[in-house]
């Protein structure tokens, strides 16, 4: 059960209680004050006959002292008057002991059932010359007692359920406005930064401790983002000094051809037109390592998080030149394959390259000398994994294989952790793939199922790139 309703439900039953309580004191306060009078009116009335049949008694005998205790029933509606001599004192609904002991004219009041209702009698003894003579009973039916505490309770009821529908309603309100809304705001903020969606900032109108809360998570999104830029970055730099070794024996080459064409012109033994080719020879080399810095550079260097239209196509090919040092090194053969589909997604293009080189560089790791990595761009139809959602879409899709020994089942689920792995000392961070990973969620798309084939020499591992065409910048 959701908080609101759970609020709603605990003041509700609050509130029904109080009243439920309120009620039943209010309906034993005030049957309690009915019955008080009719008690004091019945020992009133009891002591008043008590008193006149005596001196009735004593003045003209015992059958006009009756006469005068039957008269009175004329004056009553629901009050009956009857004498019971002392020889019949058992059919009094007392204990016959307490009658005998209770002092001459002195009433005892009691209530007994009769049915569906209550009697209250009224005894008062008469006492004679010093010998009891009898017992004066008054008895009346009591239903307004009943009907009085029945209506009271009906009263108290709907009072208590008047109440809580009203307190139901505006706790209900209060608490969609107040609790309810905060708290599903503050849950999309936080599948937001499960996503990596940390740029959206959450504004609270309340400033109570949603409110807070809401503020420690765009603080801690503006963390994530600056830890994640910082890693990312990190990342990057050591997929650099990866690439150092073959960009310097890349560099070789054309130093050499700069250095001799360069040491003959300056010896002088050259002709005019000799010596201009070699100047020619010398800027051509020039050219090729300054692309090749360039290309080192550009990968380096730390860019913003603007998103544009892009051709992926054009970037593997980028990607594949500036790792074709590498390749060239290990003896490994880099193909991009054809394809006519359009290549264009909405990206970023510093990490977008990221995950390409961070891909292909893998993969020629996994390869021996020999093999090759192939890279494939098409457009494929595909469902999001259940952490993402949502139907099958539209993507592109970036395929990287390698042709090495596989991944073992045991290192598969564990190749998206950070710090995960399987390279000696000082050949890897284990960040390249948890970066590729969160760089692709950050773009809104996912890495499919990684293909492994240990028994298919040849075949490799394999990692596929889903990007939806229409990514949300």
Known sequence: MKIVPKLTLALVSGTCLVLAVNG?????????MIEADRRRDHEMIGRSL????????????EAPAVASIDAVNRHFDRLHVRFLPWARRGEARVDAAEL????????????AADGSHQVWL?????????????VIELSEASPVERRFARSVAIDAVSTALALALFSALISFVMGQWLVGAPVRALASKARRIGRGELAEPLVLPHGDEF????????AMSRQLVSTLEQLRHADRLTTVGKLASGVAHELGTPLNVVTARASMIASGDTTPQESVDYARVIVGAADRMTKIIRQLLQFARRKGPQRATTD???LVRDALSLLEPLA???????????????????VEVGQMQQVITNLVMNAIQATPGGGHVDVDLHVERAPPPVDVGGEDRECLCLRVRDTGPGIPPDVLPHVFEPFFTTKGVGEGTGLGLAVTYGIIRDHGGWIGAVESNLDAPGRGAAFAVFLPRQASP
Do not use: C, F, H, Q
């Open 24 to 32: 039943y004191v209010r309906v034993k306060r005030e049957v309690g």
């Open 50 to 61: 008590g008193a006149a049949a005596t001196s009735i008694w004593r003045s003209d005998g």
């Open 100 to 111: 005998s002991a209770a002092p001459p004219g002195e009433p005892i009041t009691t209530i």
């Open 122 to 134: 009224t005894y008062v003894p008469l006492e004679i010359a010093g010998a009891p003579k009898g």
């Open 211 to 218: 409110g807070l809360l809401a503020d420690e998570l765009n």
């Open 312 to 314: 992926m196509r054009a």
């Open 328 to 346: 060239s090194k290990r003896g490994v053969d880099r193909r991009l394959a054809p394809g006519d589909d359009d290549a264009t997604a909405n």
